[in-house]
T-cell receptor, first 115, second 113 residues
Framework: DAGVTQSPTHLIKTRGQQVTLRCSPK?????VSWYQQALGQGPQFIFQ???????QRGNFPDRFSGHQFPNYSSELNVNALLLGDSALYLC??????????????FGPGTRLTVL | QKEVEQNSGPLSVPEGAIASLNCTYS??????FFWYRQYSGKSPELIMS????GDKEDGRFTAQLNKASQYVSLLIRDSQPSDSATYLC?????????????FGKGTHLIIQP
């Protein structure tokens, strides 16, 4: 049973650049959520995708955008990178929201460093 | 604003003893609660979920929920050095987690051999 996968593992970018991170959900899951985890902090919710639409967004600027594909995989895009965007980006998958099963399983994460 | 509070630690416990981790949450609308374990440099790994008041046991782990006090705890019995990690408490609303999980900052647990 394949778990949540993310790519790439590590990424180094410079300020002002754009980055795309990718996630494939756990088999049988159709909902993908993205989180940002700064060093020493808990993960912060960015947004959630279900049925190829953004279902809910946390307190993140529009520089953060996403997409979900028909096969349920998802991308996170960050434009105009800032030094403060350096973090571990986590993807979590779950089954259809509202069906009393909201447990989220995390992928290994992508470590983004902005120089 | 929804908040989950945890003591950051470190919490040091001798091997074989019971480790007790606690968190409180601010949003009374929260219905689902989760404990994740995170080793340094790794992603969070689900340990337990709890939805109803009372205790839920799974092996060496027991989660406790008190919605009236807005309090969640995790007990680890017979602590092992491999239990040394950061433990994250998370809460979700009643909408199937659509607002995302709200995490605490985590408690750093050290099991002393």
């Amino acid at each position: 049973d394949a778990g949540v996968t993310q790519s790439p593992t590590h990424l180094i970018k410079t300020r002002g650049q754009q980055v795309t991170l990718r996630c494939s959900p756990k088999s049988g899951h159709d909902t993908v959520s993205w989180y940002q985890q700064a060093l020493g902090q808990g993960p912060q919710f960015i947004f959630q995708y279900y049925e190829e639409e953004e279902r809910q967004r946390g307190n993140f600027p529009d520089r953060f955008s996403g997409h979900q594909f028909p096969n349920y995989s998802s991308e996170l895009n960050v434009n105009a990178l800032l030094l403060g965007d350096s973090a571990l980006y986590l993807c979590a998958s779950s089954v259809t929201p509202g069906q009393n099963t909201d447990t989220q399983y995390f992928g290994p994460g992508t470590r983004l460093t902005v120089l | 604003q929804k908040e989950v509070e945890q003591n950051s630690g470190p919490l040091s416990v001798p091997e074989g003893a019971i480790a007790s981790l606690n968190c409180t949450y601010s949003d009374r609308g929260s219905q689902s609660f989760f404990w994740y374990r995170q080793y340094s440099g790794k992603s969070p790994e689900l340990i337990m979920s709890i939805y109803s008041n009372g205790d839920k046991e799974d092996g060496r782990f027991t989660a406790q929920l008190n919605k009236a006090s807005q309090y969640v705890s995790l007990l680890i019995r017979d602590s092992q050095p491999s239990d040394s990690a950061t433990y994250l408490c998370a809460a979700a609303d009643s909408g199937g987690g659509a607002d995302g999980l709200t995490f605490g900052k985590g408690t750093h647990l050290i099991i002393q051999p």
